[in-house]
């Protein structure tokens, strides 16, 4: 799975992780009602996902079964931004999400013991 999750692509994925192994019928009918997209463009965009090994689709229904964690695609584009935008610098990207936000008491003490385990 090297290749990027598009956004079109991540609607789908979270009805998936939400919903747990859906039929690509059943996706299509709460992408049309969540996105508006029609039947079409859901198959669409979930052939995609099959081709880029996000999901599987197994017979008979065509049931669709997530093969990443929401936890591992966060990660990954975690990963990218910070290589692409912040040159691989950790602290330049918490530096750009801190700078214009005050932190509790509470969410410092979190921040720091995620930094002394990592």
């Known amino acids: 799975?090297?290749?990027?999750?598009?956004?079109?692509?991540?609607?789908?994925?979270?009805?998936?992780?939400?919903?747990g192994a859906l039929s690509a019928k059943e996706i299509s009918l709460i992408?049309?009602?969540r996105i508006g997209w029609n039947k079409n463009t859901t198959y669409t965009v979930?052939?995609?996902?099959?081709?880029?090994?996000?999901?599987?689709?197994?017979?008979?229904?065509?049931?669709?079964?997530?093969?990443?964690?929401?936890?591992?695609?966060?990660k990954r584009e975690a990963e990218t931004l910070l290589s692409k935008v912040f040159g691989g610098s950790r602290r330049a990207l918490f530096?750009?999400?801190l700078e214009d936000e005050k932190l509790t008491e509470s969410e410092i003490?979190?921040?720091?013991e995620l930094i002394e385990r990592g």
């Open 95 to 97: 530096s750009a999400l």
């Open 31 to 33: 992408a049309s009602d």
């Open 1 to 19: 799975m090297q290749e990027k999750l598009f956004d079109s692509e991540a609607k789908l994925m979270e009805i998936l992780w939400e919903k």
């Open 109 to 112: 003490n979190e921040l720091r």
């Open 46 to 74: 979930l052939k995609k996902l099959v081709s880029k090994g996000y999901i599987k689709r197994d017979d008979p229904g065509f049931l669709c079964t997530p093969l990443i964690t929401r936890a591992q695609a966060q």
